[in-house]
Nanobody, 122 residues
Framework: QVHVAESGGGLVQAGGSLRLSCVVS????????MGWFRQAPGKEREFVAA????????FYGDSVKGRFTISRDNAKNTVYLQMNSLKPEDTAVYYC???????????????WGQGTQVTVSS
């Protein structure tokens, strides 16, 4: 059974940084395309970033390009999301997802974490 667990969320002031981590256990992490999504209250789940298992190609949502960086460490079964220059509109629950087919489409990911709250104060 595959288990996905995020950590690293919290409260930060606008302009600050946070680093989210996501550990995957019970599966074949190195063969998974990994993604980060977020969902703010009353809004749909939004694609943030993804990193493919073949070649490590990286994708970002338009709202985070230039500010967020996704990376992975296959030896640690971990994917990271470094978030810089945070804005109040980045406030959301951030979800890690594993084994995606279409990187920006949340419904194509097979495994999900419980989410971690990120709150950016103005």
């Amino acid at each position: 059974q595959v288990h996905v667990a995020e950590s690293g969320g919290g409260l930060v002031q606008a302009g600050g940084s946070l680093r989210l981590s996501c550990v995957v256990s019970g599966g074949t992490f190195s063969s998974y395309t990994m993604g980060w999504f977020r969902q703010a209250p009353g809004k749909e789940r939004e694609f943030v970033a993804a990193i493919a298992w073949i070649g490590g190609k990286i994708f970002y949502g338009d709202s985070v390009k230039g500010r967020f960086t996704i990376s992975r460490d296959n030896a640690k079964n971990t994917v990271y999301l470094q978030m810089n220059s945070l804005k109040p509109e980045d406030t959301a629950v951030y979800y890690c997802a594993a084994d995606g087919v279409r990187v920006a489409i949340h419904a194509t990911y097979h495994y999900w974490g419980q989410g971690t709250q990120v709150t950016v104060s103005s």
